[in-house]
RNA sequence: GGGAGCUUAGCUCAGUUGGUUUAGAGCAUCUGCCUUACAAGCAGAGGGUCACAGGUUCGACUCCUGUAGCUCCCACCA
């Protein structure tokens, strides 16, 4: 069969994931073996593949498949979530364009267009995955909304709101005003921006009379950034210690433009360094004045509605003014600017101020986040810590160990500084919070409406009451938590045989970013529904960003097409080059280049498959007078492989995949593609002893195999083409290690640095490759020498290799370690460059001579060190000497 | 404001309990090669006072302290 010039990627690619999925190598059921088990992190249902997905999802396909080689029984369970905030978005943009609002609908009617959008949308994701050679488990998909699934968060809900750690409460929440729903603190990034604080009188309410136009003396200044919060103020705060407003406290001031009379009230909370120490407080608006308001029994004024607009519904009491009339359904930033114009007309606008502030922004919205007091439901994560702590000690233990370490630290911080998550929000698409109520407000919890009512029955004595189920949904993570016990049912089928087999998890591979969202919250659940740990080592990636540094955005236009750069190089090149530079946790710069560089590691092991399928028609049985050669680089390839492999079982045992993935690399193309064929390479158009072929096509096959985990599609291709095989890489079992000797190894180090070290000579004399030489060889242990001689000849083109006593005239020199290397060239050879080769290496040996003798010279370090650090010493000194005096005769030589 | 981390060749990074020939790799650069597996290649080479300043030590890229710069996380100074 002729092979094409270069490896063509498309077809091998689909032809063997086909084969794969035909053979149903992925699927996996509990058995007697060990399993091995990760849960993808679910991408959102309505999502695509990006660069992300692919760094995740490669390296728990690297881990899975490694797994499945040493012979677990792998499983890798695929699913999407449901992602309420962000596919509720898309729906709702989606009945937009068709032209029908949200708000036209009732909630029926607007899950039936949600499922549809998700049934003809959703997973497209999974499709492309397969693209990249994920060996996921399909059969196991789930889907945060299945069925069973809605079923276990609605349990857990009843369950944890039994136990008392749900509660429902009014507390000031993040609200965002695009996607009208609260938020949790996690859903909330504080970002800095440019903005202005705002210098504003208040009158004094005093009781002297004025007669004048004195009063403008009588006002306090207020800083602040929000002064569209204005309307909503109810008091005035100042520190008791400020002695600038001693005379104040106990007064009243007014609420420019509407002239409500608030307090002038004293907490510490205030700061006398900033603004003017004067602090308006607008409790239904800020966080800090709400907790302000409750100390101080002050007014709650709610003055924007839940899109962010001015109402005055709470103002209607105070007789609201033209100008109040003019604001309703204006936006907040509008209304900021129209506020202070209207202030400054009546003259009350101190100053305006630039400032570097920072602003709440909604995580998926980006819109500024409003705090906003509102009725919604909590979990109480102080009770779940202190009901579970090792939710806590099971990450400083390292019984979950994450990689890397140090982001231990960020999550026991945000553990001991846990606050109540806000698990309601108020959205559509997610599970419906089971909770029921009767036109008074009274509720139960309950999963259905009958078990609702019974409970109406024996809690308040109200038989057959009228109920209403709540209108929110969960939020989303309140789902994804559940993730690595109920894709195997655990929490809907508690106890059956899959769960008990398949959990505790693995390995768990995930960003950084979601480290409290997900990763913690799991730990939790893990402990609260299965009483332990959902997973034994977490595998952080960073972010990945362009070759600037810059994160990847639609914006930027530098976000490349995933699905396009798997056909250009192909998904085994797409991988090689996301993995090539990855350390675990740090942010990986994605260049294209990695790419191009997988894709010619292809085009290497291809064209290796090539000479070895020339190799294969020639074989002979009979020319031995070359086994010398054979035999070392045999026995030395051997050892080499057995040594890589024994540094890569230690790497991946460190998740240090990119590092693993580089000793592959350097093993294929420099030690084997490099060294090794060319060592046993026949002569042009000689045959190939059978034996030496069959050992090398043995050698590549375990190559590939051990690269198969990083890049799937050519291995298996490869190991296919290079003999007839019954069998798949896929699924076979890694071959034990074997001993290595040291001495071979060494050896094959002296044999490259030999031959390396007389190219480099014939380079800088202009040799010509074809221009063999005569090599003499001074040394005083011939012996260790014969094993490679041959190779040396063969790969330094020397007719001749002989060993000397003494100096050779008329030749250049090269010294290693002790022994000299003469070669003789008909071409008259130039000098003057070894020369001063030789001198710099010379000085550089003096020079190191000098620092090793200083330190043996030293008492201190004869006495302190350990004795083998001196031996060392020594035999470096000694090294260096015996260097130095070849060099100099070498040098002697060329006068 | 608090915390964590980073700073090693032009670029991206290794460097595992302080001593392995006065620092390694890949990419990029330079030189020479169209040598029938591979020019998407082969054979070589050059390039770093390990951010800076102190300290501990016989010995520091490695440990400690300080300084500078960068990054990330957390946080209610309006």
Redesign the pocket.
Known sequence: MELS???IPTEAEAKWYQHWMDKGYFFSTPDEREPYTIVMPPPNVTGVLHMGHCLNNTIQDILIRRARAEGKNACWVPGTDHASIATEAKVVQMLRERGITKSSLSRDEFLKYAWEWKEKYGGIILQQLKKLGCSLDWNRTSFTMDEDYYTSVIKVFIELHKKGVIYRGKRMINWDVKAKTALS??E???K?IQSK?YYINYLIDDDREHEDSMAMADHIT?????PETILGDSAI???PNDKRYTHLHGKFAFVPLINRRIPIITDE????????????V?PAH????D?LGRKHNLKVINTLDNEGKFTAVELADENPSELIVKYNGIDRDELRKIIIEDIAVLNQVEKIED?N??V?TSERTGVVVEPLLSLQWFLDMKKIISENPETVSAVTSDAITFHPL??K??YS??MD?I?DWCISRQLWWGQRIPAWYDAEGKYVVAATEAEAKEMFNAQYSISNAQLKQDEDCLDTWFSSWLWPIEVFKGISKPDNKEIDYYYPTTTLVTG??I??FWVARMVMAGYIFKKELPFKDVYFTG?VRD???R?MSKQLGNSPDLLGLIDQ?GADAVRFGIM??S?AG????F?E??L??G?????????????LK?WEGRQSATGNEQLTIENFAINWFENRLNQVKTEVD??MK?F?L??AL?NI??LV??D????Y??WV?PG??QPIEKAVYEKTVGFFEELVQLLHPFMPFISEEIYHLVGDKKDDLCVKLTIANRPMTTEILAQGELL?QV??????A???N?L???EAIQLHIQTASPQSYIAIENIVAK?VNAASVNYVNESVANTIVVAI?KDKFYIESEKQLDSATLKA?LL?DL??????????SK?LS?????????PE??A??R??????EN?IKTIEESLKGLN
């Open positions: 010039k270069n490896y603190d996690e909330v990034i504080h800095e604080l207020v800083a602040t950034v929000r705060c100042v520190n909370y205030v700061t006398l360094d900033f603004g003017t120490g004067a602090l308006k607008t800020d966080k800090n004045d907790e400032y502030g920072t709440a140090k982001l630290n960020t911080y945000w500084n606050k950084q970013d480290i409290f972010m070759k600037q540094g994160k190089y090539i530079s350390p740090n942010d990986l710069l260049d280049s990695s191009e560089q894709r010619n590691f292809n085009n290497k092991l291809w064209n290796a498959l090539k000479l020339m230690g790497l460190q240090r990119s590092e580089k690399y350097s193309w420099d084997f593609c490099s060294w064929l060319e390479k042009f158009e490259k031959i390396s070290t007389l190219r480099d014939r380079n800088k202009q010509k490759p074809k790969q370690e080769d710099k000085e550089h040996q003096k020079g190191f001579l000098q620092s090793v330190k030293n008492e201190r370090f004869v006495q302190n060190a350990k650090v001196i060392l010493e035999k470096k000194m000694e090294d260096a260097r």
